[in-house]
């Protein structure tokens, strides 16, 4: 599994919690910043990990900001792209199971490293249930993001 991250200056302090999770675990990932903790926009960090998704040079993205609403905000403005926005391990495992999410959205300002490292470990170990109600309301998901809205 290889999984895209980024943050925002809100979620700098959480992100190397973060990244020692994934080393622990062996998981590949790449860093799409922020690096430092100037002040800088979500939506240039979101976005690249989520073109990382779609165009699977990673299999799952992980977004930290300060609430976490920012970053799914633009995440699920993008075209293939299911974010999930979880501070709590039921939410991590029914959406993964339920929705087939495919990125993770957290808050640095709401969660602590503890409970973030439990949501992350549930949501990158939790499979699609495959069960016919939840691809269903998948795929009416992904018929919406075929229409025009006028
Ligand atoms: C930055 O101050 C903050 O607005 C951002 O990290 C995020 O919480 C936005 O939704």
């Known amino acids: ?5 980024g943050c925002d200056h809100g979620g700098i302090n959480l992100k190397p919690v973060l990244i020692d999770y994934l080393n622990k675990k062996g998981i590949e990932f790449i860093d799409f910043g922020t690096f430092e903790k100037t002040s800088v926009d979500y ?5 690249p990990v989520c073109q990382a998704v779609v165009s699977g040079k990673a299999d799952k993205g992980i977004l930290i900001c300060g609430t976490g609403i920012g970053m799914s905000i633009v995440a699920n403005k993008i075209k293939g792209i299911r974010c999930a926005h979880c501070h709590d391990v039921f939410s991590a ?11 993770l959205a957290m808050g640095e300002r709401v969660i602590g490293p503890g409970l ?16 016919e109600r939840h691809i269903r309301r998948v795929q009416k998901i992904k018929d919406i993001e075929n229409k025009n809205f006028k």
């Open 1 to 5: 599994m290889k999984v895209a991250i």
């Open 43 to 47: 939506n240039d960090y979101a976005e």
């Open 93 to 103: 495992k029914a959406t993964r199971e339920h929705n087939d999410t495919n990125v």
């Open 116 to 131: 973030m490292v439990e949501i992350v470990d549930t949501f990158l170990n939790t499979d699609f249930s495959f069960d």
